[in-house]
């Protein structure tokens, strides 16, 4: 059986031997993320310490940590995200419902939802809208809802389409991808402004302080990425 305390001890010496410089105006907008499907207890442990350690808003983590994020994390500042949907938005919404409200008694405080993606393509606007609301509406009050639209996917007028879906199904952010698809663009955050009046959070290769701030500058008011600490102090 693995010694919990003994992983975070570990965790907290790896941290100790940084001589990393973040800047905290940076740092206090990313959601430090990990959904690879092959880490470990060992790594979420580590993700968490480096969180509370950096300042970094949240941690993004697969539904199966939810529970270990918010043990670790509940006398910090540092928020539990989690994915819904993840990664192709395909599953029915009995499902996505379920699965954000597991999530959500676990003690996530935010869940990244992925839009049905084919239902969009197919045209069936109705369809997505009322996915979102479902999804919404099945949270515990004061919950913030993502809508991951996948903008690597879709034409600028679809970027604009969807922005518009997910404003209807009154979710709370526009996120703009999953990262498994492509890179996120400035662009693809200058539309999504300009098109609806909710925050975006900007996710997919962001590796640099320097895109990071591209980003910000379009409007993004969140920055999803694996690579926090060097965005945070390159």
Not at 53 to 78: E, T
């Amino acid at each position: 059986m693995i010694d919990r305390d003994l992983l975070i001890q570990r965790a907290m010496e790896n941290l100790s031997g940084d001589d990393l410089i973040i800047d905290s105006s940076i740092a206090g907008l990313i959601d430090h993320t990990l959904l690879r499907p092959d880490a470990t207890e060992g790594d979420i442990i580590h993700l968490c310490e480096e969180a509370k350690n950096y300042g970094f808003f949240g941690v993004c983590v697969q539904p199966y940590w939810v529970s270990l994020a918010h043990r670790l994390l509940k006398y910090s500042n540092v928020k539990v995200i989690t994915v819904c949907g993840f990664p192709d938005g395909a599953n029915i919404t009995d499902v996505k419902i379920q699965e954000a409200r597991m999530a959500n008694i676990q003690g996530a405080d935010e869940i990244d939802m992925v839009m049905n993606i084919g239902a969009f393509k197919s045209g069936e606007f109705s369809i997505v809208v009322d996915d979102i609301k479902k999804v919404k509406r099945a949270l515990k009050p004061g919950t913030i809802l993502k809508v991951i639209i996948e903008t690597p996917l879709l034409s600028e007028e679809e970027i604009i389409k969807a922005s518009i879906l997910v404003r209807e199904g009154g979710a709370d952010f526009v996120k703009t991808g999953t990262g498994r698809i492509g890179a996120v663009k400035v662009r693809d955050v200058e539309v999504i402004k300009k098109a609806v009046d909710l925050p975006v959070k900007a996710a997919g290769g962001i590796r640099t302080m320097g895109f990071a701030s591209e980003l910000l500058k379009a409007g993004a008011e969140r920055l999803g990425t694996s690579g926090s600490t060097r965005v945070a102090s390159s």
